[in-house]
């Protein structure tokens, strides 16, 4: 198989496929030419439903390499238009936990983040601008606990702008852990302490309200965070 690896299973039916994806791993082939997370979910269909050749898999949203999370895929075109359109119209709930350095303290339990940003394309880094600047992106954030130098957030983005929220984070003096880029002073395993951990939606074809949660690898214990419940 080109896409040998992994693949954690959340939910699967004839339209989607929700999977639970490892930090590190790439939503679709890089420069890297590392093993994409698409072509699992690829290789999976095309070995366990029994579909040789170029099997169909709808890419309906992204998280960074170095984030995890839950994932839908769409196994129809008519599937990837409907979950597409939902994205752009922004009415799926997405929630995250991140694991932050607090570089400042904490002086609210939550909030929103509401900042313009701007992205530099030749070095893929996103800086915050000025008004009438940029596009705005907004982010409501609240503190699930505290140890004695990080704090576990919990983030639900109303806009998705490249590297969101780790920019707002890095903004508010709570850079990432493992976010070197924006500013975080330790390491994480394989990329950054920020996790994808809930993501609602309405089926494409049901029209159902359905949710789907993952919690975040073992990796987060070492982080001496207390996790809440899932959703």
């Given at each position: 198989?080109s896409?040998?690896?992994?693949l954690?299973?959340l939910?699967?039916?004839?339209?989607?496929f929700?999977v639970?994806?490892?930090?590190?791993?790439?939503?679709?082939?890089?420069?890297?030419?590392a093993?994409?997370l698409?072509?699992?979910?690829?290789?999976?269909?095309?070995?366990?439903?029994?579909?040789?050749?170029?099997?169909?898999?709808?890419l309906?949203?992204?998280?960074?390499?170095?984030?995890?999370?839950?994932?839908?895929f769409?196994?129809?075109?008519?599937?990837?238009?409907?979950?597409?359109?939902?994205?752009?119209?922004r009415?799926?709930?997405?929630v995250?936990?991140?694991?932050?350095?607090?570089?400042?303290?904490?002086?609210?339990?939550?909030?929103?983040?509401?900042?313009n940003?701007?992205?530099?394309?030749r070095?893929n880094?996103v800086?915050?601008?000025g008004?009438?600047r940029?596009?705005?992106?907004?982010?409501?954030?609240?503190?699930?606990?505290?140890?004695p130098?990080?704090?576990l957030?919990?983030?639900?983005?109303?806009t998705?702008?490249?590297?969101?929220?780790?920019?707002?984070?890095?903004?508010?003096?709570?850079?990432?852990?493992?976010?070197?880029?924006?500013?975080?002073?330790?390491l994480?395993p394989?990329?950054?302490?920020?996790h994808?951990?809930?993501?609602?939606?309405?089926?494409?074809?049901?029209?159902?309200?359905?949710?789907?949660?993952?919690?975040?690898?073992?990796?987060?214990?070492?982080?001496?965070?207390?996790?809440p419940?899932?959703f």
């Amino acid at each position: 198989m080109s896409g040998a690896g992994s693949l954690r299973i959340l939910f699967q039916d004839n339209h989607l496929f929700v999977v639970a994806k490892p930090v590190g791993v790439p939503v679709q082939g890089d420069a890297s030419a590392a093993n994409s997370l698409l072509e699992r979910v690829r290789d999976h269909r095309r070995v366990a439903e029994n579909k040789p050749g170029n099997v169909f898999v709808g890419l309906v949203h992204r998280l960074d390499r170095a984030v995890s999370g839950v994932m839908v895929f769409a196994k129809t075109s008519k599937a990837a238009a409907r979950l597409s359109e939902q994205f752009r119209a922004r009415t799926v709930e997405k929630v995250y936990w991140a694991a932050v350095e607090m570089q400042r303290p904490i002086t609210s339990p939550g909030g929103v983040w509401k900042t313009n940003l701007e992205k530099d394309e030749r070095t893929n880094v996103v800086r915050v601008v000025g008004a009438g600047r940029g596009v705005e992106a907004v982010t409501e954030w609240k503190v699930l606990s505290k140890g004695p130098a990080n704090a576990l957030l919990e983030l639900r983005p109303k806009t998705g702008r490249s590297h969101q929220l780790r920019v707002q984070c890095a903004a508010a003096g709570l850079p990432i852990v493992g976010d070197r880029r924006y500013g975080a002073k330790t390491l994480f395993p394989d990329g950054i302490a920020l996790h994808a951990v809930m993501l609602a939606f309405d089926h494409p074809t049901t029209k159902e309200r359905v949710r789907f949660s993952t919690v975040p690898a073992a990796d987060w214990k070492a982080l001496g965070l207390k996790l809440p419940r899932l959703f």
